[in-house]
């Protein structure tokens, strides 16, 4: 990890509290199960991230940052775990969130896109059926109210023509539109902290420039700390 993203030293008197502080993560250290023992795959990072604010994972390749936004969000793969450290969203520790409470709050609370939008979306499912659904699981909507919504949020991401769009399927839009797809989803639950894992990866400069301009045109007007990575 660089410097800007490495734990403080935890010597520091605890700052007074603070009501902006949306999402806080300290001395988090992750390892891995291995035949030859525990292997550490993250060592005591932190950091601190306020309403609005963004803030950026930066650190080499196999450094730990997908791993660090999969332990934020409960979503590390078999045979790694938090082993030490904090991940404060308000007064609630994720870390020590049984299963129940951890899926209540991704997306409600803290959502997260992925490099690659086609893995994310369902194939066989129309973009607006994949919106609505996700919408549905976190909210008590009627059909007619979560496409209303899901519309909206398609419009939210400035993809053209967003009726048309809500019926179409994932391979018949471009990579640029399926990534507009994916925030559109993760906002539209409206959470607290968008967590970005090289969202602009898969694709190409153009369209990388266009997706960051977009996520910082909706930090601004939502007000969702956003924690991307490789900006
Ligand atoms: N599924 C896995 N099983 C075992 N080890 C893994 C797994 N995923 C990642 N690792 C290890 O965890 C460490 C951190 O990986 P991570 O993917 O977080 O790095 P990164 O900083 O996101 O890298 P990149 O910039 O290349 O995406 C690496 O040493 C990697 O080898």
Redesign the pocket.
Known sequence: ?SPAASAPSGAAPAPAPDSSLVLSVEGLT?S?A?AAGP?T??QDIGFALRRGETLA?A????????????AIMGLL?P??APVAGRVMLGPTDLLRLPERGLRRIRGNRVAMIF?EPMTSLNPVMTIGAQLTEALCAHAPLSRREARERAIEALQAVRLSDPARRFAQYPHELSGGMRQRVMIAMALALRPDVLIA??PTTALDVTVQREVLDLLRDLRRETGTALDP??P
């Open positions: 990890m992750v891995l291995t292997r795959l993250v994972l650190g080499e390749s196999g450094s730990g940052k997908s791993i660090t936004a999969l793969p045979g790694m490099q894992d090289e990575h490789h």
